[in-house]
């Protein structure tokens, strides 16, 4: 089938101005814009006077436009069967003045492995664009924005570990869809510093710098496909978090409706539990599932 490759990045365009279907960014698993575990440098949230194409529920550009954005939502269910947790997550964010994104998550975690039959872990978030995609009238220039998450975590491991139950992550991202390629690529990478301990829900401890990344592609108007990956922090007092990667395909279903399956990689959950220390925190593998719905 002969595929139109400028329709095709239009849209790919469309995914972030669009009125024929949803897209990126996500609330991500901390409900930060973003995909998965990581954020990205768009903010979340579509235009009060953007009604998708449908007509309804729009409002004159001038009231809220430029303003506050619509907010969005997204939920998360991520099943490590081998290390027996199930882990679902809820998020929302929205945007102000087209520059600063808030959001909140909450996730909550059944460890059974951990001793640990639920853990309640909340974020706060705050993202601020530094630079809009394509500034200065070129086509290469990425999107940029700086971005910070408060966590708390009530897991009793803690204790045992001799953790702190909060912590602060700060991070840098740079963001760019590339259209000059036969089909659209997102490409996204950034640094984080963080003391996270197994993203948080664990506990904090001491800080490390460390780097992730976001490729995808979109092969059809509504389809994207990619990889993720998050390296492990060391946080101190041989606590190191095993790399995460996780490979994902969405479906923006219509203006309004993401819906995403993944699968994930944690690194070796053996690792952990059978030498009983916390050198090497790897929480096994996974499906992942999420739905999204920006208003």
Not at 165 to 192: C, H
Not at 274 to 295: D, E, M, P, T
């Amino acid at each position: 089938m002969n595929i139109n490759k400028k329709a095709i990045a239009t849209a790919g365009l469309s995914l972030f101005a669009g009125p024929l279907f949803a897209g990126v960014p996500l609330n991500n698993l901390q409900g930060a814009g973003g995909i998965a575990f990581n954020p990205l440098a768009y903010t979340a949230g579509r235009p009060w006077s953007d009604d998708g194409g449908d007509g309804t529920n729009s409002v004159e550009k001038s009231s809220l436009d430029g303003i506050v954005s619509r907010p969005q939502v997204g939920a998360w269910y991520v099943s490590l069967n081998d290390a027996k947790i199930d882990w679902g997550a809820f998020g929302a964010a929205f945007t102000f003045a087209d520059r600063l994104e808030v959001s909140a998550g909450y996730e909550l975690v059944n460890a059974r492995k951990y001793g640990d039959r639920s853990i309640n872990k909340y974020n706060l978030g705050a993202k601020l664009k530094l630079l809009d995609e394509n500034s200065f009238d070129t086509s290469w220039i990425p999107a940029i924005a700086v971005g910070g998450i408060y966590k708390y975590t009530d897991s009793k491991t803690v204790d045992a570990l001799k953790l702190d139950d909060d912590g602060f992550d700060a991070y840098v991202v740079a963001s760019k869809l590339i259209t000059q390629t036969p089909v659209p690529v997102l490409v996204s990478a950034g640094a984080l510093y963080t003391d996270e301990v197994v993203n948080g829900v664990v506990g904090h401890n001491h800080y490390d710098l460390v780097a992730f990344a976001n490729v995808d592609v979109l092969p059809a108007e509504n389809i994207a496909i990619g990889v993720e990956y998050k390296q492990g922090a060391r946080v101190g007092d041989g606590i190191r978090n095993h790399d995460y990667w996780d490979g994902h395909v969405a479906w923006f279903v219509n203006e309004r409706l993401t819906l995403v399956a993944a699968l994930v990689q944690t690194g070796d959950k053996d690792k952990f539990y059978r030498h009983g220390s916390a050198k090497n925190l790897g929480v096994g593998s996974g499906l992942v599932l999420s739905a999204q719905y920006q208003f």
